[in-house]
């Protein structure tokens, strides 16, 4: 059974940095890109971007892109989604998912993570 | 861009009726390349959909999905009471790459 297990909820304020994670088990995690999406309080969801497990290729939403980094480790079966400058706006649920249909081309999110509330107040 | 627009943005129906979700692209979107998900209070989205007529794995057979170029559907053949939720479609190609309807909020009547 594919699983995607995310870190834990996070508090921060404003300007701090902060790094979540995404564990993959259940499946060859580089046989699957994986993608993260964004979901502000009440609101719909948004791609942010997406990686390549086996060889870290990336490619972002053109509206995330330069403030949110995403990585791998492939020896640990992990993805990151990794903010260097917080800002009160990034008060969101993430959500990690594994995209099915075939490498480059995959179109659909098919198993998804538990999701992982990020909340940035002063 | 291309901009998926679902409709209705909410609506209410009963149990065993039947429900007909529309999503609608700014642009031809191959259908292939489109999906669907459902997402209950609290919980993550589930894929329902894929290649806009595929039932994904787990998937009752009440659900299904037609439709080409820029109008898409998806119904619910009857409703059971754990249908009711937010539906949301989703397609690959455009800039960005991926990009999500606003979603539709299913309530009971």
């Known amino acids: 059974e594919v699983q995607l297990v995310q870190s834990g909820a996070e508090v921060k304020k404003p300007g701090d940095s902060l790094r979540i994670s995404c564990k993959g088990s259940?499946?060859?995690?580089?046989?699957?890109?994986i993608t993260w999406v964004r979901q502000m309080p009440g609101k719909g969801l948004e791609w942010m971007g997406r990686?390549?497990?086996?060889?870290?290729?990336?490619n972002y939403n053109p509206s995330f892109q330069g403030h949110v980094t995403i990585s791998t480790d492939k020896s640990i079966s992990t993805t990151y989604l990794q903010w260097t400058s917080l800002k009160a706006s990034d008060t969101a649920m993430y959500y990690c998912?594994?995209?099915?249909?075939?490498?480059?081309?995959?179109?659909?999110?098919?198993?998804w993570g538990q999701g992982t509330l990020v909340t940035v107040s002063s | 861009e291309i901009v998926l627009t679902q409709s209705p943005g909410t609506l209410s129906l009963s149990p065993g009726e039947r429900a007909t979700l529309s999503c609608r692209a700014s642009?031809?979107?191959?259908?292939?390349?489109l999906a669907w998900y459902q997402q209950k209070p609290g919980q993550a989205p589930r894929l329902l959909m894929y290649?806009?007529?595929s039932r994904a794995t787990g998937i009752p057979d009440r659900f299904s999905g037609s439709g080409s170029g820029t109008d898409f559907t998806l119904t619910i053949s009857r409703l059971e009471p754990e249908d009711f939720a937010v539906y949301y479609c989703?397609?690959?190609?455009?800039?960005?790459?991926?990009?999500f309807g606003q979603g539709t909020k299913l309530e009971i009547k």
């Open positions: 998912a594994t995209l099915g249909g075939g490498g480059f081309t995959s179109s659909w999110m098919r198993d």
């Open positions: 259940g499946y060859s995690f580089t046989s699957y890109w």
């Open positions: 990686i390549d497990p086996s060889d870290s290729y990336t």
């Open positions: 642009q031809s979107v191959s259908s292939s390349n």
């Open positions: 290649g806009a007529s």
């Open positions: 989703q397609q690959y190609g455009g800039s960005p790459l991926y990009s």
